[in-house]
């Protein structure tokens, strides 16, 4: 059990050291975390991913807004993991299936991130997208079955609650 919470706590104190203070990670983060570890993600490859971060935002001209979250981490750890695991093993037919399962794990790990963001909206906020979102379909409603136009309406929710938070998409595709 030692090596799980290691895991936890080696990443936590790495993201706080880089960040130059010690601000609390929050569930979202922590769940980020728990998604790597089930996905088999090395410690290597999350703190690699967590310099590379805050490396880039270093470089930027403007650095007014600071790194919050080890969301905006996310696609650089995965970065980070791809490449341990192409020099593990090369590029063969296990490297797609490694990039499949990791995928299907930030999938759900995304489904929960809108389900907690959610939660933590105020009813007046997502009322507001809602009818947004009602609003910017309407002109699709007659051209598109249900089942699409309930798929274009969450995805849209889902859209505006990332940009509200400033949370980036946990996918591979958005690399």
């Known amino acids: 059990m030692e090596n799980y919470f ?8 790495h993201f706080q050291r ?3 203070t010690l601000l609390l ?12 570890k089930e996905a088999g993600i090395p410690l290597e490859a999350v703190l690699r991913g967590i310099d590379a971060t805050f490396d880039k ?4 001209p403007s650095r007014t807004r600071k790194v919050n979250a080890l ?6 750890v995965l970065a980070s993991a791809e490449e341990l695991r192409e020099a593990a093993i090369g590029a063969g037919s296990n490297h797609q299936i490694f990039i499949e399962d990791l995928e ?3 999938t759900v790990a995304e489904e929960r991130l809108f389900a907690s963001l959610l939660a933590a909206t105020p009813d007046e906020a997502v009322l507001k997208v809602r009818t947004e979102a009602d609003r910017d379909l309407a002109p699709y ?6 089942p699409q ?10 859209k505006r609650l990332l940009e509200q938070y400033k949370v980036p998409r946990l996918s591979l595709f958005y690399m």
């Open 104 to 106: 299907r794990r930030l």
């Open 6 to 13: 290691n895991y936890f706590t080696e990443i936590e104190d």
């Open 57 to 60: 935002w270093e470089r930027r």
């Open 141 to 146: 409603r007659s051209k598109m079955s249900t």
């Open 149 to 158: 136009i309930d798929r274009l309406y969450t995805q849209y929710v889902h």
């Open 25 to 36: 990670l929050s569930p979202l983060d922590w769940a980020l975390m728990e998604t790597w």
């Open 71 to 76: 969301a905006f981490c996310a696609q650089e």
């Open 18 to 20: 880089r960040r130059g």
